[in-house]
């Protein structure tokens, strides 16, 4: 999945976007989790992916302050992939999601399959996986 992120992604809309494979961010989009400054906390995911994305420390900067931050800043420590232009997020994402459409299927899907599951379990076992899939992958037609 691509996120075409344009405006305001806080809360919700920010977990949304930290569920998606990439994101694509206009110059102008603040991203953030304020839900503490609201007594509350994230509740579809954002504490774990956010984690996952800049690190612990950050993440935990990011929860615990509840202060959104720009573009910019988002794509230096990770959470986004890309900034773009205003106006520019929604072309950019579709460009790039014609470019993986040309790609062979069944290697993204083991790839995403492989780095999603990789991040759960210890090395050894994450690089004896990809081993399986690789044998896996020389017996499918692309």
């Known amino acids: 999945m691509i996120a075409a992120l344009n405006g305001l992604a806080l809360g919700g809309g920010c977990e949304f976007a930290l569920a998606c494979d990439i994101r694509i961010a206009e110059e102008h989009v603040k991203l953030g989790l304020p839900e503490v400054t609201l007594g509350l906390i994230p509740g579809l995911g954002g504490t774990q992916r956010m984690a ?5 420390a950050k993440a935990k900067e990011l929860l615990f302050t509840g202060n959104p931050i720009p573009a ?4 230096r420590i990770g959470l986004v992939n890309q900034v773009v232009p205003t106006g520019q997020a ?4 579709l460009k790039m999601a014609k470019k993986l459409a040309k790609g062979a299927g069944v290697a993204m899907n083991y790839a995403k399959y492989l780095v999603n599951k990789g991040t759960e379990v210890l090395l050894q076992d994450a690089l004896e996986l990809e081993i399986q899939h ?9």
């Open 52 to 56: 996952r994305l800049v690190g612990p």
């Open 134 to 142: 690789v044998e896996k992958i020389f017996a499918t037609r692309i």
């Open 72 to 75: 910019t800043e988002a794509l």
């Open 90 to 93: 929604l072309e950019e994402a």
